[in-house]
């Protein structure tokens, strides 16, 4: 399975601020993707990363909220913007390879915002 | 859309138990996925299940893919202390890299 990190690990943030996340991959991947998972709760997905386009976002995401980059087959990020105290959860990244249907996830990044 | 419906939401058994958890969907998927989620770490991947039937074990761990295709269990065999966590499962529609849904999760506890 890849290797995945992600920066920052955790964060604590003011209101109305954005945090830019980055995922980053020891090899190349198909697919990448950014969940959200609220305190105490499940992972939802927030978009599909596609590299070297517009990201495709579920239902409830919107890409002023939650703008995302995939310059490469390696590396991702995900900007919260205009934070609020909603918005603190852990945002995972995660990959899959070309042919495979394992998915695989960064350890997270743990976001607090007062 | 599509939901999971993961069983129970928590468990609370003796070290040396075998533990059984299950997940139930309306929608047909082509891959179901186990994981487990340690406090402060993302979700890691215990076993994948890719035909309705499969059984396959890792370890301590056997997962089976329902027949029907809308329902999976995971059992833990001799639980230990370190199988302390939060079990997801998780189903894949469609081809390679599909996004996943998942269960609200199992939250293991070991009393040893």
């Known amino acids: 399975s890849a290797v995945i990190s992600q920066k920052p690990s955790r964060d604590i943030c003011q209101r109305g601020t954005s945090l830019t996340i980055q995922c980053q991959v020891d090899?190349?991947?198909?697919?990448m993707f950014w969940y959200r998972q609220q305190p105490g709760q499940s992972l939802t997905l927030i978009a599909t990363?596609?590299?070297?386009?517009?990201?495709?976002?579920e239902s409830g995401f919107v890409i002023d909220k939650f703008p995302i980059s995939r310059p490469n087959l390696t590396f991702s990020t995900l900007t919260v913007s205009n934070m609020s105290p909603e918005d603190s959860s852990i945002y995972l990244c995660s990959v899959v390879g070309a042919f495979s249907y394992e998915q695989y996830f960064g350890p997270g990044t743990r976001l607090t915002v007062t | 859309g599509q939901q999971l419906n993961q069983s129970p939401q928590s468990m609370f058994i003796q070290e040396g138990e075998d533990v059984s958890m299950n997940c139930t969907s309306s929608?047909?998927?082509?891959?179901w996925l186990w994981y487990k989620q340690d406090p402060g770490e993302g979700p890691v991947l215990l076993i994948a299940l890719y035909k309705a039937g499969e059984l396959t074990s890792n370890g301590r761990l056997t997962a089976q893919f329902g027949i029907t295709r809308k329902d999976s269990f995971l059992n833990i065999s001799a639980s230990i202390p370190s199988d302390v966590g939060i079990y997801f499962c998780a189903g894949q529609l469609g081809e390679y890299g599909n996004k996943l849904v998942f269960g609200a999760g199992t939250i293991l506890r070991v009393k040893s």
């Open positions: 990363a596609n590299q070297g386009s517009e990201a495709t976002y």
């Open positions: 090899s190349q991947v198909t697919m």
């Open positions: 929608s047909i998927f082509n891959t």
